[in-house]
């Protein structure tokens, strides 16, 4: 058999794979064949989810384990011998490798992506892992001090996670720089990501190597430093020390610490205690707050730290003319946002559920003379969706937010962790009393099922930590103001509820990422975003990278439910948001109802009105196309739209689906852009139309025949009878399959192990009664066109 005849397999296996390993590479070590290095983005439609196809590298080969140093993408040699090498050049680009190779069999075509040079190789001219090697060296200019930090391997023990590939580009740019003398350095990664774990490798690493002895790692909150400790930490166990108060213990090696504590109180400047080159490495986390500013503590402790390399890790970098994390750390070394993260299929995608209430679109206006619940006159002005809760509280409102939620949660599952932002403290107590009111069942059972979650309560602080264990029921609802919007890593939060105003894009998409954590062993698979202050407008803001899957707006009195076809701590107040990306301004507010202003007037903060009545208005569904652009129109529009993309007439569509081998590679197609045939099913309830005729009956307007009457139809045409004995009651047997449960069932030759087939004789019996396996899988191929007859 000539080459040309071969498949890409075996163009793989007797021709470039022999080449990898006669030029000296480990196959079992150092090569990685189908390299998956995605997981597959989850496809989200209504409350159906799936994966997407993962990108996968024919050929990555690694030096060591934690640096990959070339890729090689295959084609089959009907090819020419450079055809996979664009493919492979975007990969390595994902990868962060600079040494690419096609081929098709006959040569290789190698493209340096450091110098840009391209140039054929016969197969055996293919280098050897310490040849290409001592190439990088030389193009990357590094030298014996360099390499040493380079080469150090990840820690890892048995059993213990290893990076992703963005988390590995992430480590390795980051330890090379510093390695390479670079004294800033800021590290751009989503949240949900794994930043603490990146972090961890990257000091490990310096650490490791000799290069950095001395090491703080710095926060502003304490379950940071408790999360880090406990977990992705845990390794230096006897080597790290939480700073916890003012005798500083100079023995460690890796400290960790709140800036607030080294700062002290009244100026004390505990920091001082510590030479100035004590430390050789500070890592900032979140250093999107304090960090980025001039005048900010966070600054004292740095600048007077000024001669240690400074690391900085945030999944929202600041630039203002106030603030700038770029000016202090220069341009990132690397980043990872949230739309690759979702793109990947790391990252949970998200549907957004946008209600709009009457008082927020409309405004209120109180009637002259208006006299509040506590004998307050209400000043005469427009209040809008700014003022309430803020300096204006309407009873009935709260009421029906939760009432929302709560009907939400009932229709889906009322134990799916929940986040309620609030506007301030005292907004998030009234909000937990109207939750109760309207859980008062669960709530009986367990006072902890509603938590009020913020910075002045030790109560619910407490609760904090088993919020966020996905092995703790308890609590369900945590209802707070500031406190949760960094830094929790709540995994199992299945629903967000923008309850306050954002303006802040760095608060939105910090707020966001409490939920885009994946936990597919626990069923969280996407989370549900309900917006009732219009906050989900900054979706559409150039600087929001992330990809909603599905936007609705509430109508009247409708459930919160999905369409039918038809269609803080430490700054948390109870005073007004001062604007400065979500930080709390108190002014000595108390949150009582009968809290003055400064100036001595009888006027208090905030006027509560219990006799005003608030209702829920119009409804619209949004998708997002694959510009991640929300769309109006509805899920069956949106997929008839997608399905015409792909097949513009029903011929095309028809000719596709006959001459393909297996119909399902035409379903995994539709589903990789968007199409969830299973979500439109249960929308529109034909569970009983298979895919086929539910996309020519959606996209063609043909009349849908169902699986039984397509099954009768090939009996009723005699066609069993061109097949004798066995393989006839397999045919037969194959029909009803189909006729049970679809076309992908029968396409899976492990049919045949299933129990009606058992009685029939064994699956190695049934396909010689065909005359072999490719005569069993060519008489199931006519079987399939035979069902598609009419």
Request: charged share 30%.
């Amino acid at each position: 058999m000539g080459k040309r005849n071969l498949s890409e397999e075996d163009i793989k296996a007797r021709y470039i794979t022999p080449a990898i390993t006669d030029a000296g590479w480990d196959i079992k070590k150092q090569v990685r064949l189908e390299y998956a290095f995605t997981a597959g983005r989850i496809i989200l439609r209504g409350n159906i989810t799936a994966r997407g196809k993962k990108k996968r590298a024919d050929y990555v080969l690694f030096y060591k384990n934690n640096f990959p140093l070339a890729v090689i993408e295959a084609k089959d040699n009907n090819h020419p011998v450079g055809a996979g090498l664009q493919q492979a050049i975007d990969y390595a680009k994902a990868l962060d490798i600079y040494y690419v190779y096609a081929s098709n069999g006959d040569a290789f075509v190698e493209q340096n992506l450091i110098t840009g040079e391209v140039r054929e190789l016969r197969l055996e001219e293919f280098p050897s892992p310490e040849k290409l090697y001592q190439r990088y060296l030389i193009d990357k200019n590094i030298n014996k001090a360099e390499e040493k930090v380079m080469l150090e391997p990840y820690y890892y023990v048995p059993n213990y996670k290893t990076p992703r590939y963005y988390q590995r580009v992430a480590i390795n740019r980051t330890v090379d720089a510093v390695a390479k003398g670079q004294d800033r350095v800021l590290l751009v990664s989503a949240t949900g990501t794994g930043k603490t774990f990146m972090t961890f490798q990257i000091i490990y690493r310096l650490w490791k190597s000799g290069l950095k002895k001395k090491i703080l790692f710095l926060a502003d909150r304490n379950v940071l430093i408790d999360q880090t400790i406990s977990g992705d930490f845990k390794p230096f166990s006897g080597k790290m020390i939480k700073v916890q108060n003012k005798n500083l213990d100079s023995s460690y090696e890796i400290y960790l610490a709140l800036y607030q504590q080294l700062t002290g109180d009244d100026g004390e400047e505990t920091f001082r205690q510590f030479q100035p080159n004590f430390f050789d490495l500070i890592v900032i986390d979140e250093c999107h707050r304090g960090s980025a500013k001039e005048e900010s503590a966070w600054r004292k402790v740095l600048d007077y730290f000024s001669s240690a390399t400074h690391v900085g890790c945030t999944a929202t970098p600041i630039e203002t003319k106030e603030v700038s994390s770029f000016s202090y750390f220069g341009e990132p070394i690397y980043e990872y946002s949230l739309k690759q993260g979702i793109n990947d299929g790391f990252l949970a995608p998200y549907k957004v559920i946008r209600i709009g209430l009457d008082k927020d679109l409309e405004g209120y206006r109180p009637e002259a003379g208006k006299i509040d619940k506590y004998g307050y006159e209400i000043e005469d002005r427009e209040y809008n969706v700014k003022d309430f809760d803020r300096s204006l509280v309407i009873d009935d409102r709260t009421r029906v937010v939760a009432s929302k939620i709560t009907e939400f949660l009932k229709k889906t599952d009322r134990f799916s962790k929940t986040i309620v932002f609030c506007v301030d403290i005292e907004h998030a107590e009234r909000m937990r009393q109207a939750l109760i009111n309207d859980n008062k069942d669960l709530y009986a059972e367990n006072n902890k099922y509603i938590m009020r979650i913020t910075g002045d309560n030790d109560e619910g602080k407490a609760q904090l930590e088993h919020f966020i264990d996905e092995e703790s029921p308890y609590p369900v609802i945590a209802v707070t103001s500031k406190l949760m919007t960094t830094g929790v890593d709540a995994k199992m939060c299945k629903l967000i509820v923008l309850e306050n105003n954002i303006n802040s894009m760095t608060e939105f998409k910090q707020i966001i990422g409490r939920g885009t954590r994946l936990l597919e062993e626990y069923g969280k698979t996407y989370f549900t975003i309900m917006d009732f202050r219009n906050s989900s407008r900054l979706f559409a803001d150039p600087a929001f990278d992330g990809i909603p899957e599905v936007v609705i707006d509430l109508d009247g009195n409708d459930p919160v439910v999905e369409p039918e076809a038809e269609t803080e701590e430490g700054n948390e107040g109870y005073g007004q948001n001062n604007g400065h990306d979500g930080v709390n301004v108190t002014n000595g507010d108390t949150g009582g109802t009968n809290v003055f202003d400064d100036d001595g007037d009888d006027k208090p903060r905030k006027y509560y009105i219990g006799d005003i009545t608030v209702r829920v208005l119009s409804e619209r569904v949004q998708y997002v196309d694959k510009d991640g652009k929300l769309i109006t129109e509805s899920l069956i529009d949106y997929t008839k739209k997608n399905i015409l993309q792909q097949y513009a007439r029903l011929d095309d569509f028809l000719r596709t689906w006959t001459e393909a081998e297996k119909k399902q590679a035409i379903i995994e197609e539709l589903q990789d852009s968007g199409v969830l045939l299973d979500a439109v099913r249960e929308e529109l309830g034909r569970t009983e139309l298979d895919d086929f005729d539910l996309i020519c009956h959606l996209a063609y307007d043909t009349p849908p025949l169902t699986k039984n009457e397509r099954a009768e139809n090939v009996k009723k045409r005699h066609y069993l009878y061109k097949y004798s004995d066995i393989a006839q009651q397999v045919i037969e047997a194959l029909l009803d399959k189909y006729a049970n449960d679809g076309i992908k069932e029968i396409e899976d030759t492990k049919v045949l192990q299933l129990k009606e087939f058992a009685k029939i004789g064994s699956p190695m019996k049934i396909v010689k009664a065909f005359g072999g396996k490719e005569a069993y899988q060519k008489a199931v191929q006519e079987l399939e066109n035979e069902i598609y007859y009419a």
